[in-house]
């Protein structure tokens, strides 16, 4: 399960990288992934008949599309018009929520639940298959792939060093001939279509159901995840396993000695304040 949890908070920072690297502020990782896992349920729920060999693949191709177009949508609005981007995919956030709070309810099993609860228990279409023996292990796996294929992407390909380039200087991108707002919309294409991809991953593979909680605010701490491994997708292998580690420990201390259950995120949030200061005065 902590494997689980470090391969999902990994994903989701994977996909914001990018957007961070260009310094767009995307915040509204949430969102996206919402968006994805709520593409991902309702073909689960509206193809309950088909086959998997049918299902699956529409899961995966309107789930990365759900979380690319939320990404878009503010991308586009920061290219044309210069819309604050933080507040824009910020907003988007509760957009997504709201959505799969009302499909919730729309798609409530048992009626009257408020809550959608397993999708297909008993023929399981649309769940992911398991692989070594572990329904966790595929997705370890698709992101595992996918953290070397980000790392090649933004060290050894053209778009990741017009990435960099638009990062560090925008006027410096417009001399040399970059369209910068090509590239806006384009990274952040990228950057919600992975976020999509960890909305299928939570929905196929781990959870097989969908509520507003199911994301469990990772967009947030992934930022910090992507900031403490400088945008490095080696390294965040690491620190996303020393939050979700941080996370569960403290949550395990708490437990055994009676504390609050609020004790956990304290301690997190003192020792991620020391990291900080670190960094400052290093």
């Known amino acids: 399960v902590l494997l689980q949890n470090t391969a999902m908070m990994l994903c989701i920072a994977l996909a914001l990288t990018p957007a961070f690297k260009m310094r767009f502020w995307n915040i509204g990782g949430d969102g996206q992934a919402l968006a ?9 729920i509206l193809m309950k008949n ?22 878009a ?15 824009f995919t910020l907003m988007m956030n509760y957009v997504a929520t709201q959505l799969v709070a009302y499909f919730s309810v729309v798609w409530e099993n048992p009626k009257g639940s408020g809550n959608i609860g397993v999708i297909n228990p008993l023929t399981k279409i649309g769940w992911f298959p398991e692989i070594l023996g572990s329904k966790y292990a595929l997705n370890i796996v698709i992101v595992g792939l996918l953290t070397i294929g980000m790392y090649i992407y933004l060290n050894y390909s ?12 925008e006027r410096t991108a417009k001399y040399i001939g970059i369209k910068v707002e090509k590239i806006v919309i384009r990274t952040m294409l990228i950057s ?6 960890a909305g299928l991953l939570l929905v196929g593979g781990t959870n097989h159901t969908l509520n507003a909680a199911i994301v ?9 995840v992507s900031w403490l491994a400088k945008f490095n997708p080696i390294w965040m292998i690491l ?33 991620l304040f020391f990291i900080i200061g670190c960094e400052f005065f290093i």
């Open 36 to 44: 994805g896992a709520l593409a991902a349920a309702a073909c689960m």
């Open 50 to 71: 088909q086959s998997n060999w049918v299902v699956i693949p529409c899961m995966i191709l309107t789930s990365i599309v759900a979380g690319a177009v939320w990404g």
């Open 73 to 87: 949508i503010p991308a586009y609005f920061k290219a044309k018009f210069g819309t604050n981007e933080t507040l």
């Open 158 to 169: 053209k778009q990741g060093y017009e990435i960099s380039v638009v990062g560090e200087s």
């Open 192 to 197: 919600g279509a992975i976020c999509g991809l």
């Open 216 to 224: 469990d605010g990772r967009g947030f701490t992934a930022v910090m």
């Open 239 to 271: 620190t996303s396993f020393l939050l979700v580690f941080l996370g569960r420990g403290a949550s395990e201390i708490a437990t055994d000695f009676g504390l609050n259950t609020s004790f956990g995120d304290i301690l997190t949030g003192i020792i």
